[in-house]
T-cell receptor
């Protein structure tokens, strides 16, 4: 799986949009971009994924650049409960079952 | 649907003792994964079951760790004998068999916090 690079930490004011960047410049054509988060003392939580089109669900939006070398996770109205470590992961499915490999992630602090 | 459940939520044992962690995946999920987070470190993959078969056990630290998934339902992870460095949070995750070429999201439990003293 391709390696990802994320800033180690970010702050966001409550009620504002949180934009979390991720660089995955070595991503290959069959690799998806996944985002998970881990709120303190809980298990990682799946947020969203995409291949090349922008995606939106009830939790967040995922914007993937046209060259697919980077992406941004957007939490449109951050709340204090969104304070967590966010992980950007790329995964492929090549006929086998690929494990998820976590990096350091971005620690997002939502400030009142 | 019920989520991934893990038992116990906490376990404190002495060095040299045995501990068994249990994971109940989401019903119908063929894939079951074990991960571990040691204090201050990244979440690390341990192994992956597809039904009752071990698909990938490349992350298992040593032969003191034994994972089983009899019948392809729940899984156990036994540590015997436990060492101090085994302390950490052990997460279990499950996912359904993906349709086509789409890797299915993993759904995680809240983990078992193991402390070896």
């Amino acid at each position: 799986d391709a390696k990802t690079t994320q800033p180690p930490s970010m702050d966001c004011a409550e009620g504002r949009a949180a934009n979390l960047p991720c660089n995955h410049s070595t991503i290959s054509g069959n690799e998806y971009v996944y985002w998970y988060r881990q709120i303190h003392s809980q298990g990682p939580q799946y947020i969203i994924h995409g291949l090349k089109n922008n995606e939106t669900n009830e939790m967040a939006s995922l914007i993937i650049t046209e060259d697919r070398k980077s992406s941004t996770l957007i939490l449109p109205h951050a709340t204090l409960r969104d304070t967590a470590v966010y992980y950007c992961i790329v995964r492929s499915y090549s006929g086998g079952y690929q494990k998820v490999t976590f990096g350091i992630g971005t620690k997002l602090q939502v400030i009142p | 649907e019920a989520g991934v459940t893990q038992f116990p939520s906490h376990s404190v044992i002495e060095k040299g003792q045995t501990v068994t962690l249990r994971c109940d995946p989401i019903s119908g999920h063929d894939n079951l994964y074990w991960y571990r987070r040691v204090m201050g470190k990244e979440i690390k993959f341990l192994l992956h079951f597809v039904k009752e078969s071990k698909q990938d056990e490349s992350g298992m630290p040593n032969n003191r760790f034994l994972a089983e998934r009899t019948g392809g339902t729940y899984s156990t992870l036994k540590v015997q004998p436990a060492e101090l460095e085994d302390s950490g949070v052990y997460f279990c995750a499950s996912s359904r068999t993906p349709p086509g070429h789409f890797p299915s999201p993993l759904h995680f439990g809240n983990g078992t916090r193991l402390t070896v003293t």
